[in-house]
């Protein structure tokens, strides 16, 4: 999602960012899904990881590699 924020700024440093509203909408939709922002954070650092994963294991093959029965 591309948001086209307006920033206005205090001071010379950002302090508020105005979104259309269809724009504002749509976040909020989205983050619906969440119950806090550190559900949001857990699931965004998932997503990162994998797409940053080129080999996965089955479950069988940790629990080997782990000696877990």
């Not at 960012?17 to 857990?42: K, M, Q, R």
Request: aromatic residues 8%; hydrophobic residues 40%.
């Amino acid at each position: 999602m591309n948001l086209n924020a307006q920033i206005i700024e205090e001071d010379g440093k950002p302090k508020f960012a105005v979104l259309p509203i269809g724009e504002y909408e749509a976040l909020l939709s989205e983050l619906s899904d969440f119950e806090s922002l550190e559900d949001l954070s857990d699931y965004l650092t998932a997503v990162k990881i994998k797409a940053e994963t080129k080999t996965w294991h089955s479950l069988e093959e940790v629990k080997a590699q782990l000696g877990i029965d």
